[in-house]
Nanobody, 115 residues
Framework: QVQLVESGGGLVQPGGSLRLSCAAS????????MGWYRQAPGKQRELVAS???????NYDSSVKGRFTISRDNAKNTVYLQMNSLKPEDTAVYYC?????????WGQGTQVTVSS
């Protein structure tokens, strides 16, 4: 089992930056894939970025070049660095871990991009 706790959300102006953190309750070295999803009001939850245990990454086209996902196995933490934020990035961001054929989710952190 894996518990995930996100942090780092908040209110930021367009063009600004935020870094989200996802702390896991166990070692993430053995977790096959971890990722960040987001859900805006009235929309379905969508994948933003993912990172596999070997380090390969994948990004949604809407964030490619602006967001960077990384993992620190020593701290059991996954990060999402978000730069050049846009109002359409406003959403609740969720951390996800795929471990032992199960999906685990954090409680979410709100990101609001507004002037």
């Amino acid at each position: 089992q894996v518990q995930l706790v996100e942090s780092g959300g908040g209110l930021v102006q367009p063009g600004g930056s935020l870094r989200l953190s996802c702390a896991a309750s166990r070692s993430i070295a053995g977790i096959n894939a971890m990722g960040w999803y987001r859900q805006a009001p009235g929309k379905q939850r969508e994948l933003v970025a993912s990172i596999r245990s070997g380090g390969s990454t994948n990004y949604d086209s809407s964030v490619k070049g602006r967001f960077t996902i990384s993992r620190d196995n020593a701290k059991n933490t996954v990060y999402l660095q978000m730069n050049s934020l846009k109002p359409e990035d406003t959403a609740v961001y969720y951390c996800n871990a795929n471990f032992m054929l199960r999906n685990y989710w954090g409680q979410g952190t709100q990101v609001t991009v507004s002037s």
